[in-house]
């Protein structure tokens, strides 16, 4: 009974903490090298040749050893392997992502180093246990059928617990630890067959199993400026805090920053939105895709009486980190739902004056919210003579920008660029109104709008911030949901500025 339980537990969970390390090997990829389609692309390759080479790894060595202790040495080593995971893997993918610039095949790489390793280990487990198991060839199909599904339940297993229990809850860390210290026991309880003959391996697991034990729980406080760090199902999210300034990260790149003296954004884009009121001075009612802070949100709220604001935000740990640490707080005045933007679109009937959309994680952009069907969803969403506002973080200069920017002229009539002073930002605000406001117009309205509201910079001030930019827009990417290549075009950006750096040096 004990032998048949050593057995069918090690075949179960080698496939339930490979699937593991392959879903959380994303989190580890994307403060570094981004979440887009390239990195899963990478994650994905690197764990079926895995696959490959352990089963012809493991095949070869059942035949010499066709018993369960000596399958406990593969495991101890995919323990050592996951234990440098855990110590390791955060400067070693900086080193390489620094390496590499980020690209595609420095990705490739990087997953390359950093999970083939274990995941080559662990695969050496489904052909040695058909070896071990086969003692009738007329059931060897069926013996091997059962294997392996048993495996692919511990496969299922295995995702389901990493993608709903582990990074929703736990520290990146504190999850590498514990498929550390599961992979350890689990060798252990292989090699206990054969415990004399297996001692060394068996020393290295127990000693692996005792180191990673520690890590696992809950860590308190934080290095240096660090506050908060948070491994979610859609990012690393980190905030820091230096200097009186309190800082969000996504991926490693800022999203928000917030004074603590006045508990206000300090990002000129984020006081760039009140844009939408040149074009609609009567604005009541705004819907904002994308959390972040909520600096936007509250800046307009403490100053606008008349304004109802409504948040929508994919991933509940921002809420948690804006509510905590950056003095975000619904309200009569103030909503928040938790969900995608454009399926929150979707299934609402009601309209907006003004819809803002600053939905980035990290470097990358969600692809859905970026397309002409998107933007059509939009402008059924707005009131007649409603505005269409959207933060380009980078500027116009790249082509993922470009692409953006020619996809809302492409459904909007009339587009605004605002560049506000001290930042890269170009804040696109669109309507459908086919008359453009000339200078004169727009400043004749701020100035009316700055005899009700106070505002810093004053309404003058942002509609000076009105700007042109000279675009051959024929070279552009019209975005569809048929065809929305962000990642490449991201990608081409970075490629660009980093080129153009090199050129100033």
Not at 75 to 99: E, I, K, M, W
Not at 150 to 179: H, M, R, Y
Not at 229 to 257: C, F, H, K, M, N
Request: a positive charge; aromatic letters at 8%; hydrophobic letters at 50%.
């Amino acid at each position: 009974m004990l032998a048949r339980l050593r057995f069918y537990w090690v075949v179960t969970v080698c496939g339930g903490v490979l699937m593991a390390l392959e879903i959380l090997s994303s989190r580890i990829l994307a403060p570094f090298f981004g979440n887009s389609v390239y990195v899963w692309g990478s994650i994905i390759s690197v764990f079926l040749a895995a696959l490959s080479l352990g089963y012809l790894l493991g095949g070869h060595l059942a035949d010499r050893q066709p018993a369960i202790a000596p399958l406990g040495r593969p495991l101890a080593l995919a323990a050592a392997c996951l234990a440098a995971l855990q110590l390791f893997s955060g400067p070693l993918a900086a080193r390489l992502g620094a390496l590499t610039g980020g690209t595609p095949a420095g990705t490739l790489l990087a997953a390359s180093v950093l999970f083939g390793p274990a995941s080559v280990l662990l695969a050496t487990v489904s052909p040695w246990a058909v070896r071990i198991a086969a003692r009738d060839l007329g059931h060897l199909g069926h013996t091997a059928g059962r294997l392996f599904a048993l495996s692919t339940l511990g496969s299922l297993a295995g995702t389901l617990a990493a993608t709903f229990l582990l990074i929703p809850f736990l520290e990146l860390k504190q999850i590498l630890a514990l498929l550390t210290a599961l992979t350890a026991a689990t060798a252990c309880f292989a090699l206990s067959a054969q415990i004399r003959a297996e001692r060394p391996a068996a020393i290295l697991a127990g000693f692996l199993f005792l180191l990673a034990l520690p890590a696992t729980r809950l860590q308190v406080g934080a290095p240096g400026d660090l506050l908060y760090e948070r491994v979610t199902p859609y990012q690393t999210i980190q905030v820091r805090e230096s200097e009186g300034v309190r800082r969000l990260e996504s991926d490693r790149v800022p999203q928000a920053t917030v004074s603590l003296a006045d508990q206000e954004s300090t990002m000129p884009y984020a006081r760039t939105v009140p844009a939408a009121y040149l074009l609609k001075p009567d604005l009541r009612s705004s819907l904002m895709i994308g959390l972040g802070s909520g600096g936007a949100g509250l800046y307009l709220l403490k100053r606008i009486p008349d304004l109802s604001i409504g948040y929508v935000e994919i991933d509940p740990a921002v809420e948690e980190v804006a509510r905590r640490y950056f003095f975000f707080a619904t309200g009569p005045r103030m909503k928040l739902a938790i969900e995608d933007g454009r399926n929150y679109l979707r299934a609402s009937s009601r309209r907006w004056d003004f819809i803002f959309c600053d939905a980035y994680i990290g470097q990358s952009v969600p692809f859905h919210l970026t397309t002409v069907q998107f933007l059509d969803e939009v402008k059924r969403h707005l009131v007649p003579g409603g505005v269409f506002g959207l933060n380009l973080a980078a500027g116009l200069a790249d082509p993922f920008s470009q692409a953006i920017y020619r996809t809302v002229r492409e459904r909007f009539d009339t587009v605004y660029l605002f560049l506000p002073r001290r930042a890269p930002n170009v804040v696109i605000m669109a309507t459908a109104d086919p008359v453009t406001l000339p200078p004169g117009g727009l400043a004749q309205r701020a100035r009316e709008l700055d005899g009700r509201y106070r505002l810093d910079p004053s309404f003058s001030v942002i509609a000076s911030w009105r700007g042109e930019v000279s675009l051959d827009m024929r070279q552009a990417q019209i975005l569809s949901d048929e065809f929305a290549p962000v990642d490449r075009l991201i990608r081409l950006g970075e490629r660009a500025r980093v080129e153009e750096q090199l050129k100033e040096r």
